[in-house]
Every structure is written in structure tokens, then in C-alpha cells.
């Protein structure tokens, strides 16, 4: 019988921790832009478009993360591709984001003023230079925030990968309480290594936050 | 490819049992968790300073980590300190523990956006510091946030679906039951997937019923 020290397990959780890390950042990235893009079509693609992309996020919001990446790793078997879990996790999680990201960016747009609209339409400006020039620069400001905000549910997604049996930190959390009989230890660790990731990225959501606010008032 | 729902809903018995048992872990939930959100809003709002300190970590500690690794922390590792729980037990908790974080933040908000003015009015009228609590400032508070109150009921139910993790028989772990028995995976997901989707939209429409009738009035 081997022994596991504190520091046998935190090195291990240490170790699966980058994937966490890695899968996040794919999915914040991924997620950003399929969000963006998706955010353009609802902008601009006119009524069907727009409505076929509140049923995207619909979908999404209102089933759980864990059933799409269920779907994901099940579903692109189907036609015929090996899937790993790395590539399903990668795929539903993406999708996942940019859902959630292309409905906190349109409630940003939305909050721009209507007259900032039409002041720079009645500039003759077309389309993408009243985006560019007026409403985008004001909308990212007020998306910043959220968005980071977001980050943590992102990351914490994540760990819903373990369960299609992606080795992450949850994943790696199990294995190593099956081989240390130590599931308490394990988990607090566990636990304790996602709050120290998740913990700065809410902080300065909130710090963030309070700055917009203060800059509005 | 070739999809054989009739495979899965065949078993429709056990998809009806997960159905109930995802409804009553939610109600559950709600009840405790909102109870628990409105105490710890309380608490943080107008307690001493180290309850509110504890509240504060409470909120924090569960804001910032996975609602399963919460989940697989009561049903794993509580044992090893001594306390052993069902799976239904372990999820009630963590889901309570879950949703009453989350309420509490919600409700704060809610109860730091009432004017100064009613609370005085309202001692002036000599009502005692609960009275004051429980008439002027709850009921605003609920109906000012209870958009947001009701998102994050349905992110808990959706989220319950990792309880079949640790072998809680709700909606996700029934379709798991089923393609485990007759290998059609998607489609025992696409169908469960579909369930929550309408009970997602049916839970929406019945809190925003209930919320007015029975949790701040009109």
C-alpha cells in the first residue's frame, strides 16, 4: 500500500489543473467568436435571422450543459467521426459560450441609445461604420464586465467535461480519490484549487463593474 | 444513420419517474434555498460583522467553484469526516447550498435598492426591526429581483442534472439508464434534453405566476 502525501495530491490536481485551464480558455475564445458572429447575424440578418438566433440561445440556456455534451460526444459519433473527449468538450462547450456571449453582447448593443443610431445614420454612415465608430466603442465598455463575469461560469463548465471523461481537474479529483481512499482531502482540494482560479476572475468582474458604474453616474 | 426514438420512449415509465424526481429536487430546492437565500440576506445585510464575514465566505465559496464538485464533496467526502448520506439526501444539499448562495447575492441587491425613507417610516411607526423586515423591505425587494430570481431557479434545475452522477434516479440519469440498455445513446439525450427544454419554459411560466401570488403580492 503506497501512501499519498498532501503534497502527492495537490502536484497531481496541479498537473490536470492546466487542463481546466486550456479547456476554458478554448471555450472563451471559440465561444467569443461564434458569439460575435452570431451577434452580426442578429443585427443584421433581419427577422428570420434574428429569431432563429433567440432560438440558438433558447436552446442552449434552457437545456443543461451536461445533456449537450452528452449530445456532443454522442452526436458527432454518428456521423462516423471518432470523437475524443477532448473534441466534444471543445465543440459543446464552444457552443455553450457563444450562446450565453452573443445574449450578454446584444443586451449591450440594446443599451446603446436609440439616437445614437440615428444621429450617425443621419450622418450618412452605413452599417459597419456606425458600428464601428459609435455604438461598438460604447457597447464593449459596458460588456467588458459581464463578460469576465462570464468567465467563471466558463470555467466552471469545464468541469462537466469530466463526466464524458475528459481528464480534468474534477475528472483528475475522483481518479486520485479511487487511489488515495482520501475523498474528503481530495474534493477540499479540489474545491479549493477552482476557487483560487475563479476567485481573482470574479473580483475584477466586480471591480470592473463598479468602475462602469461609476463612470455612468 | 438511422434513429430509433420509439427505442427509448418505449421506457417511458422510467422517464417519467426522472421527470418527477428532477420536479421535486427543484422544489425542494426552491423552498429551502430561497429561505435560506432571504436568511443570509438578512444576514449580510444588517447582522453583526462576523456573520456577516461567514456569509459572505459562504456565498463566495460557492459562487467560485462547480456545483459538482460541491455535489461529489458531500456525497464523497463527507463519509471519510464521519457523515453518510442517500444520494437524493446529498443532493438536496448541495442543490439548498447551491441556490441559497446564489439567493442571497440576488436578494441583497433587492433589499439595498429600498429607499432609506420606508425603513424609516416604517419605525416611526413603531413597527419592531422583523415587522419592518418581513412587511417594507422583503416584499419589494423580492418582486425587484424576481426576473433574476427566477433565471437562477431554472439554472439549479437545469444543473440538477449532474445528480445522476452519484446515482440520484432524476431525468438525466433515467435517459442514461435507457441507452445503457439499448445502446441509442443520442437519441435517449436528444429526449431527455427536450424534457428539460419544456420543463425549462413550463417552470419559467409557473414562477412567474407564483412569484406576484404568493411572494410579494401585486
Known sequence: ????????????????????????????????????????????????????????????????????????????????????????????LTLYTSAFLTEIWR????????????????????????????????AVKIAIAPTVGFLVQVIKGTALASVIGFVELTK??????????????????????????CFPVSLYAKNLERKSHGRRA | MEFDFGAVLVDWRLLAKGVAWTVGLTAIATLIGMAVGVACAWARASGPAWLRWI??????????????????????????????????????????????????????????????????????LALNKVQVFTRVVLPPALKKVWPAMVSQIIIVMLGSAVCGQISTEELSYAANLIQSRNFRAFEAFIIATLIYLALAVGLRRLLNWAGPKFFFGR
Request: glycine share 10%.
Open chain 1, 172 to 197: 483528475a479529483g475522483s481518479m486520485i480519490s479511487n487511489a488515495t481512499f482520501q475523498p474528503f482531502v481530495v474534493f477540499s482540494c479540489v474545491a479549493l484549487l477552482y476557487f483560487v482560479l
Open chain 1, 107 to 138: 443586451g449591450c448593443v440594446a443599451s446603446i441609445p436609440k439616437g445614437q443610431w440615428e444621429a450617425s445614420g443621419s450622418l450618412a454612415l452605413s452599417f459597419s461604420e456606425q458600428m464601428r465608430h459609435v455604438v461598438l466603442p460604447q
Open chain 2, 55 to 124: 456569509v459572505g465566505s459562504y456565498v463566495e465559496l460557492i459562487r467560485n467553484t462547480p456545483f459538482i464538485v460541491q455535489l461529489f464533496f458531500i456525497f464523497f467526502g463527507l463519509p471519510a469526516a464521519g457523515v453518510k448520506l442517500t444520494p437524493e439526501t446529498a443532493s438536496v444539499i448541495a442543490m439548498v447550498m447551491n441556490l441559497g448562495a446564489y439567493a442571497t447575492e440576488i436578494i441583497r441587491a433587492g433589499i439595498e435598492a429600498t429607499p432609506k425613507g420606508q425603513i424609516e417610516a416604517a419605525v416611526s
Open chain 1, 1 to 92: 500500500m503506497v501512501d499519498f502525501s498532501l503534497w502527492d495530491i495537490l502536484r497531481n490536481l496541479l498537473m490536470a489543473l492546466r487542463w481546466t485551464v486550456v479547456l476554458s480558455l478554448i471555450a472563451f475564445v471559440g465561444g467569443g467568436l461564434v458569439g460575435g458572429l452570431l451577434l452580426f447575424l442578429r443585427l443584421r440578418g433581419g427577422s428570420v435571422m434574428n429569431r432563429a438566433v433567440g432560438f440558438y440561445v433558447q436552446l442552449f440556456q434552457g437545456t443543461p450543459l451536461l445533456m449537450q455534451l452528452f449530445l456532443a460526444y454522442f452526436g458527432i459519433a454518428l456521423f462516423g467521426i471518432d470523437v475524443s473527449a477532448w473534441t466534444a468538450a471543445s465543440v459543446a
